[in-house]
């Protein structure tokens, strides 16, 4: 039997100087070093192939390497990779701007571009609060977010994820403090976030939350009726509705953005992930007229005042405008329900497995939840010694796939959940 590749000299040389994402680097096991990526394959170093269940944290939603995208982030290169957009624009940002909001819904038209998903969230945050500021009301400047929810890992964003399940906890005294409800999903919730509402009205700039998937909180899953029924409190009671579409936006849950799905139109929607198809990082900020109007004024200090030093970067709109081309050409939201179909036939043997607590699909998102996992990255590994990428966490093992992935490799993958379960 042959000795295993060692691993090159930039890893060697590197790793002792990289600080891992989400990780307890003392016990973390040693990370993989990819080689290359192609469609829903990542090649590792040692020449090992795995097939890619989460789309590079949700963002490849047409494969690595398109050739489309490819091509627009090269052709963009050689003309300006990048220039500031303070005092200036240019034509893939302007062509972004119209085109994404010529795709949602209501007048969402005014579009403020960021480089994560977490500032996009904390400009949505600021927006909902100047947009109070500015008409006077300065008693108005909590949230009110929700139990589950997740929104980002800067300051602001943590102060709206789930208080004391989410991975934030641990910075609580440190944090803003906001309101947080319980999810409307049922009598007994809808009172109590009815209740919470009207008590702290007074002091609300906005009600934000992620649309029919709560993400990062364990994949839970609620109707479009939930939607509606947060819309319509928003409006009784004059507060903004920020919807969180980073991990749901773009064909995620089975249509372009979950908000059509009740029907509703938010006052500010934030997008990211897979803005760019996977490529590059981008984010967008988008507010419905009668919030932009509230910063129109002869008085400066009224502007909104943000402005990240690359955002609106062309080379990341080049990928956008490529990216809500395949979703025009080819047919994408056809190929989400092929995968929920399979997925919700190939995932179902899960639930029979003993510590499986629930199996569920919603669009391009698999989940089998178990009651826990004792160890995330002990699981993790044993996925890969299969062939398959994915990242259990919490107490759930997911799939969110590139919507091209074959059929073959969405079968590999779910079958090899039930083989790695049942051992």
Known sequence: MSAPNPMPDWYQQGLP????????????????APRSTQGSHITLTDGRVLVDGVAAWWTACHGYNHPHIQQAVTEQLGTMPHVMFGG??????LRLASRLCALLPGDLER???TDSGSVAVEVAMKMAIQYRLNKGERQRTKMLAFRGGYHGDTLATMAVCDPEEGMHHLYGPALAEHVIAPLPVDETSTQTFMALLARHAHELAGIIMEPLVQGAG??????????????????????LLILDEIFTGFGRTGTLFACEQAGITPDIITLSKALTGGTMALAATIARRHVFEAFLSDNPEHALMHGPTFMANPLACACANASLDLFETEPRLEQVATINAIMTEALEPCRALPGVRDVRTLGAIGVVELHAIANPDALR???????????????IVYLTP????????????CHTIHTVLAA
């Open 218 to 239: 364990g994949m839970l899953f609620h109707t479009p009726e939930v939607l509606r029924t947060v819309r319509a409190a928003a409006d009784r009671y004059d507060v």
């Open 402 to 413: 590139a919507f091209t992935i074959a059929e073959q490799d969405l079968r590999f993958l």
């Open 17 to 32: 100087h990289i600080w891992l994402p989400y990780s307890q680097m003392k016990t973390a096991p040693t990370p993989l």
């Open 381 to 395: 590994q044993q996925l890969v010694a299969h062939g398959a990428w994915i990242r259990p966490f919490r107490n």
């Open 88 to 93: 200036m624009v240019h034509e893939p940002a």
């Open 111 to 113: 579009v403020f571009f």
